[in-house]
């Protein structure tokens, strides 16, 4: 039996549970201790966008954060005392304890560090545009399908 799905009904489903997908991850994520164990998330670029996302999930644990502008960096800084401070996000990638990655930066580095993070094993939530080109793209499907 064949049902026409309208495009609202499809929108409200998906907003419902994918606004929480990124933090739950996939079957194929490590399991974790606790069931209500908090993620431990890395934020790239904590300003303007950064800061909203990171008001969306301030109630998971940030351990780490990034930004090129020491002045954002120092301000997400107090709000998230405990977290380790970063200019160069490769550098905060190699943070080992850092369950998920939200990506919040300028358009053109979206992909760059959304691959870099999938790479080391990590959940990523990017703004969009995800990519930059095509090419761009193709990689970070590419390396989420690993």
Known sequence: MSRQVQRRDFLKTT????SGYFLAGTSLAAP???????LNIGVVGVAHRGRA??????????????D???????EAAQRFP????????RKMLDQKDIDAVIVSTT???HAFASVWAMRRGKHVYCEKP???SVHEAR????TYKK
Do not use: R
């Open 15 to 18: 907003a419902a549970i994918g």
């Open 68 to 74: 090129i502008n020491d002045k954002y960096l120092a």
């Open 130 to 132: 995800l990519a930059h």
């Open 32 to 38: 974790s201790k606790s069931p209500n164990e908090k």
């Open 53 to 66: 996302n990171t008001d969306g999930c301030a109630s998971e644990n940030f351990v780490a954060l990034c």
């Open 107 to 109: 358009d053109h580095t």
């Open 139 to 142: 990689v970070m499907q590419d």
């Open 82 to 89: 405990k977290a380790k401070t970063y200019i160069d996000w």
